[in-house]
């Protein structure tokens, strides 16, 4: 997706497709075709997807993802309230829940009787392409929340990922700093690149956990 990485004698040979985000009717459509999802479930997961058909499926093939994402979004939320030392030790958590989140889908793996899964262990346990999985699955559960933060902050409403979080975005979007949001968004971007250039996972969710803005005491 990045043609400047590719040498000129390899771009020449090349055709150029650009893509762009596919509708949330023609994502809901797809899911009830494979049969992954009810309705309801159907419509959240595309909301969710962000116009990427393969990030619903894979949602909706992961056991518990739902569940798993939904807790991660409100414990970002509630970190928006608290200081740095509470920040660094939730951190370890949300990667945690992660790591769950990210486990193969039903039926894909299978664990001997009476040895613990994986995922049952801390996150820092886990080998380094899975922390880096869960870092990575982190990351976007966080653009969605950032985003829909710096949409209710706005005022606005249309177009969340996740309505189903209204009630906590408007209860905290007011009491963050101005556009705190938006510019947090760039540097969920900026560490992304940084995990593909192999930042250590638990350093740079670190930094960004206590680069999430600060919102004012409720009055």
Known sequence: DDEERLLPTVRSRCARLRLGP???????????????????????LARIAGGRPGRAVALAHTSGALRARDEVARSLLDLLSERRARRL???????????????????????????????????????????????????????????????????????????????????VASRLPAGAAGSFLARLATAGERLEANVSPELLADALVLAWPRARAAA
């Open 89 to 171: 030790l939730a951190v370890r958590d949300l990667l945690t829940g992660a790591a769950e989140a990210v486990e193969a889908p039903d039926g894909a793996q299978e664990v001997a009787e009476g040895e613990p899964a994986a995922t049952d262990a801390p996150a820092a346990r886990l080998p380094a392409h899975e922390r880096r999985r869960a870092l990575a699955w982190l990351l976007e559960t966080w653009r969605d929340v950032a985003h829909d933060l710096a949409v209710v902050g706005l005022g606005g409403r249309g177009g969340l990922r996740d309505p189903g979080l209204i009630e906590e975005l408007e209860a």
């Open 22 to 44: 596919v509708g949330a009717r023609d994502i809901e459509a797809l899911l009830a075709e494979l049969d992954l999802a009810d309705p309801p479930t159907a419509a959240r």
